[in-house]
């Protein structure tokens, strides 16, 4: 058997085991291996430069908004975790604790950071005097520790890569305003960088963030029809400012309590990357976030003329695009299964016919499509119109499939049919009544992934209870 017909064999098809085909890509395609912690994985370089490309986007996003990046300690003493009892009760489960300080027990438990609401809360209480103190717009990018029970690689891990925002605000209308903001750079990412439709909309109380009054989020469909939660914003109202005395003097001179936000998204982005655009071949990678854009295959290595214009080509091309020229000895067929596996979203071939043609091949990783391009034509342009034209078709693949996999049901007995035999997302009516939600969570096993913005009044009455409601909610099983 052919190294390159190996390559594409040792992937499971996604339509025969969909888990075993997403490890199966994170390992071929270098973007991650298991680490010998549980729970833990090493982010190989490939995979990191994806990650980099997120933040570099969203920092650049953030700063433009006025946002400033700072860094907390990783611990959060006990005592400090405990001054908001609903944070404290949500995270306690999944909470790492250090004990030990050396030899030595610690006179009080610290926790690693399963994320910093309380830090950020305590440093505010310290400064934050004046309504002139206002708006405090702070972001960090770190790691946090959740001790997951079941874990998988970008999805759900016991340490990942993520940013945190927080905010604090004179009222409720500027910490709306920024909620809502964030969520619109969050759908903004997954749009128009990562080409992965998002549904926005309010969590349910159920679903809330421990401690906040309200929680939105973007949920994104893999292509297995499960839902992931792509990114949340929060708004905390005066919950943790009372918890934690962070008060100001208004311009009137009176003592308000502050009205905090907090929102992030994380590495998960990366699983979402691989499980809506990945097929058989290996990744899929949108062109705007790509490591490499453009991969550039000289197929006579040994032909002088065809390896001096492969390198004009790449010394034209590098100034605009992320490119790389391969010139090893591995056969063309390898390269061409080795950089479908990696996700290149275009590919260039140079052979001798090509040569004599005065041409070059472009293969295009979506649709593997390949079209002749003359060598005297403009080919920043034409780069730029093909990778334009992956991100369109990947966004446009991705929407149909949610689409497709997208019902209505009237009753709890239509939902436990269409879950018997699909996967997907379920638009149903809900009353406000938690039990309502619960009974289907209990009975369907699917829970609710959000309330859209974007209503729809399917029917007049609850699905559960019968009672006259105008709220349609999203349900489906997530990761």
């Not at 926790?111 to 309504?131: A, G, K, M, Q």
């Amino acid at each position: 058997m052919s190294n390159e017909k190996k390559m594409v064999r040792e992937i499971t098809s996604m339509d025969v085991d969909f888990s075993k085909w997403y490890t199966d890509i994170i390992k071929k395609a270098e973007l991650a291996e298991y680490s010998s912690i549980k729970g833990c994985m090493i982010i190989r370089p490939y995979g990191f430069k994806i990650w980099e490309n997120i933040q570099s986007y969203l920092d650049k996003k953030f700063k433009k908004t006025g946002h400033e990046n700072i860094y907390m300690p990783m611990f959060i003493p006990e005592s400090l975790l405990k001054k908001e009892s609903d944070h404290v009760e949500g995270f306690a489960p999944e909470a790492a604790w250090v004990t030990h300080g050396g030899n030595e027990k610690l006179n009080e438990r610290m926790c690693v950071r399963p994320t910093s609401e309380t830090l950020f809360c305590e440093h505010y209480s310290n400064i934050i005097e004046s309504y002139k103190d206002l708006p405090k717009l702070y972001n960090q990018w770190c790691s946090v520790v959740r001790w997951e029970k079941s874990t998988r690689p970008f999805l759900r891990t016991t340490e990942f890569l993520w940013q945190e925002g927080h905010t604090a605000h004179e009222n409720e209308d500027d910490a709306m305003r920024e909620v809502l903001k964030m969520l619109d750079i969050y759908e903004e990412l997954c749009k128009n960088i990562l080409a992965i439709p998002v549904i926005k909309g309010k969590k349910t109380n159920i679903e809330k963030f421990a401690g906040a009054k309200q929680t939105y989020t973007i949920e994104s469909m893999m292509h297995d029809g499960k839902a992931l939660q792509s990114g949340t914003t929060h708004y905390f109202s005066d919950i943790f400012a009372k918890a934690f005395n962070i008060t100001f003097t208004d311009k009137n001179g009176e003592q308000k309590y502050v009205h905090q936000t907090s929102w992030g998204v994380s590495s998960r982005l990366i699983g979402s990357i691989i499980m809506v655009h990945g097929d058989n071949k290996g990744l899929c990678l949108p062109p705007r976030i790509a490591p490499i854009q453009v991969i550039i295959v000289p197929i006579n290595i040994k032909d002088d003329k065809i390896i001096n214009k492969a390198y004009e080509i790449y010394d034209h091309l590098k100034k605009h695009f992320r490119c790389l020229i391969d010139k090893s000895n591995k056969s063309a067929g390898w390269k061409f299964n080795q950089y479908d596996m990696k996700g290149i979203p275009l590919r260039l071939e140079l052979g001798s016919r090509d040569f004599e043609k005065n041409s070059i091949t472009l293969y295009r990783r979506d649709t593997g499509e390949k079209v002749m391009i003359p060598l005297n034509s403009n080919l920043n342009e034409i780069i730029k119109e093909y990778l334009d034209k992956v991100h369109e078709k990947l966004f446009e693949k991705a929407l149909k499939i949610r689409e497709q996999k997208t019902y209505v049901a009237k009753t709890i007995e239509d939902l436990k049919n269409i879950y018997k035999s699909k996967s997907g997302f379920t638009k149903v009516m809900l009353c406000d009544n938690e039990e309502c939600e619960t009974k289907i969570k209990n009975e369907v096993s699917i829970t609710s992934r959000c309330i859209p913005f974007d209503q729809t009044k399917l029917y007049d009455k609850c699905i559960c209870c019968n009672k006259p409601t105008d709220t349609m909610v999203l349900f489906g099983k997530s990761y």
